[in-house]
């Protein structure tokens, strides 16, 4: 048996067992409260890495007047910039990777559940809508109401994600070197800039949280649990671990 059939086989067992854990309380459904158990605690478990991402923020909006400095020293001089800031992160320990880690640790976890209920391997239903089928399966199933309930959740937390992240981006000039005009590539007192193009992603920041509701749209009922579990709690948790200042990426 391969290493990934073993971890397959004891994820579908987990998910199993929770299953029956709340198949008193949830009847028809214990499967789908067992995916949105699953991932809470998933989630739970990253965290610490979260809390490790919020801190990493801050170090770096700490290091950003530093890096203006580096920015006005090499200016002309891409290569040596890079290196420089490189450099001035591993001195301060800082990862710039850090916010990333949080999202590519739910990876597998979203990953077999997909796996799972596309392939058939793992059955059940929400209200009647299979786990393992679309909205498209859910409406012939006469269950539409379900993904109704799933695009309004999606939308809100979409949307209050959208309007914070915004507005972070607005004020954030305001409050000092965590500033996005220093992010456009512009050489402002702040000089947070290390990429050029920046000013673009700035931009398109806010509206990647609307990305959630076409992977609801395409994905198998469960991962689509998953995935709005996932991001309602990221976004409580952003508001818990970051201040209103703040311009968190990543989770």
């Known amino acids: ?13 987990l998910l199993g067992q929770l299953a029956d854990l709340v198949q008193p309380a949830f009847h028809g459904s214990a499967t789908a409260a067992a995916v949105v158990l699953l991932t809470l605690a998933v989630r739970a478990a990253v965290h610490p890495l979260s809390r490790a991402a919020a801190r990493g923020h801050r170090a770096r909006t700490r290091l950003a007047p530093r890096i203006a400095e580096l920015r006005k020293k090499h200016h002309g001089n891409p290569e040596r910039l ?22 590519l640790m739910q990876a597998p976890a979203f990953l077999l559940l997909y796996h799972l209920f596309a392939g058939g391997s793992v059955s059940g239903s ?14 012939g199933a006469g269950a539409g109401l379900v993904y109704v309930v799933l695009f309004v959740i999606v939308g809100a937390v ?40 920046m000013g673009v992603l700035v931009k398109a920041m806010p509206l990647l949280s609307f990305a959630t509701l076409i992977t609801v749209a395409v994905v198998p009922l469960a991962a689509a649990l998953y995935v709005v579990t996932s991001t309602t709690w990221s976004a409580v948790e952003r508001v818990l671990l970051y ?4 311009t968190p990426t990543g989770g």
């Open 82 to 103: 890079q290196r420089a800031v490189l450099d001035l992160h591993a001195k301060e320990k800082v990862s710039p990777l850090s916010g990333i880690l949080p999202s």
């Open 243 to 246: 201040p209103a200042t703040a």
């Open 158 to 197: 979409a949307t209050f994600t959208y309007v914070r992240t915004r507005r972070q981006f607005v004020e954030a000039p305001r409050s000092g070197p965590s500033g996005p005009s220093a992010s456009t590539g512009s050489t402002g007192s702040t000089g947070q800039a290390e990429l050029p193009g």
């Open 126 to 139: 929400l209200a009647g809508a299979p786990l393992g089928g679309r909205w498209t399966d859910a409406l």
């Open 1 to 13: 048996m391969s290493a990934v059939t073993s971890v397959t086989s004891f994820f579908a067992a």
